[in-house]
């Protein structure tokens, strides 16, 4: 009986070591972006773990406002450690859903211009926005059109109101009425071209091949950074732009 107890505890002792050496060998030869316990680094390539870092920043109604303090700070940081400008803006309640916590502004560094800019958003949102500016948007402009991306067109971010400006009362809320959705129109290139949903999505012409497959590129790569991804291919209402956001559910359409 003894013997067998002392079998057992080796046989544990053992089996610890190798989970301790497994996790060893994980935490120092695998990529930085696929393991959940290493700090985000927005340089890094979008790995299986950068929409779990992401979502550490989210704040939610119920979150105390030192807790929306704090980790607005910590999402604040992330961004200034990669060469982004940011700073807090006032958070809003406008009343019923319409609520905005953790707000940030982007207001320059190494980060592809928004047009117009001074938009408010919840800082998860801008750090989903610069993950795919770095990782999505810069290199498929190279890679497809030959020319970096000097800003991008939107049609804002913050919006009381609920999906497709509904006035129904059971109709969703729309994750714009939380600053926590972009919209985006068109991508400006440095070389003076202009890249837009409405009419590059499905267009016609010499480019339009180029074009058309760079706008799928964004989409693609946007639905690993963003929860939700919606464009002309979902419905008429995203004829002409590119709907991202950081909802809890997800869709890529």
Same mark, same amino acid.
């Given at each position: 009986?003894k013997? $067998? ?5 080796n ?9 301790? !050496? ?11 972006? +696929?393991?959940p316990?290493? &700090?985000? +680094?927005?340089?890094?390539p ?12 989210e704040?939610?109604r119920?979150? !105390? &406002?030192?807790e ?20 807090? /803006?006032? $958070? ?6 319409c609520?905005?916590?953790? !707000? ?11 047009? &117009? ?6 800082? &998860?949102l /801008?750090?989903?926005?610069?993950i795919?500016?770095?990782q999505?948007l810069q ?19 913050? /919006?009381?109101?609920r999906?497709?400006?509904? $006035?129904?009362a ?8 939380? /600053?926590?959705a972009?919209?985006?129109a ?10 837009s ?35 002309p291919?979902?419905?008429?209402a995203?004829r002409?732009?590119?709907?991202v ?7 890529c359409?």
């Amino acid at each position: 009986m003894k013997r $067998d107890f002392a079998d057992f505890w080796n046989l544990l002792w053992e089996a610890a070591l190798g989970v301790c !050496a497994a996790f060893a060998l994980l935490n120092a030869f695998a990529p930085h972006q +696929d393991l959940p316990w290493k &700090p985000l +680094d927005l340089n890094h390539p979008i790995g299986q773990a950068t929409a779990a870092k992401v979502s550490d920043f989210e704040v939610t109604r119920a979150s !105390a &406002p030192e807790e929306v303090t704090a980790v607005t700070e910590a999402c604040m940081r992330t961004l200034r450690e990669a060469g982004v400008q940011v700073e807090r /803006a006032d $958070d809003r309640d406008d009343g019923g859903f319409c609520v905005v916590q953790g !707000a940030v502004r982007l207001t320059g560094g190494d980060i592809t211009p928004l047009s &117009p800019g001074g938009l408010v958003m919840q800082c &998860p949102l /801008a750090v989903r926005y610069v993950i795919w500016d770095r990782q999505v948007l810069q290199p498929a402009a190279q890679e497809i059109l030959g020319s970096p991306v000097a800003r991008v067109e939107n049609y804002g971010s913050y /919006a009381c109101r609920r999906i497709y400006n509904s $006035d129904q009362a059971d109709a969703r809320p729309s994750e714009h009425a939380r /600053a926590n959705a972009l919209d985006i129109a068109a991508v400006t290139l440095e070389d003076g071209r202009t890249v837009s949903i409405v009419n590059d999505w499905n267009g016609q012409g010499p480019e339009a091949e180029p074009r058309a497959r760079f706008l799928r590129r964004l989409r693609d790569g946007a639905c690993r950074v963003f929860s939700t991804v919606l464009t002309p291919d979902y419905n008429a209402a995203h004829r002409d732009h590119l709907h991202v956001d950081g909802a809890s559910r997800g869709l890529c359409r």
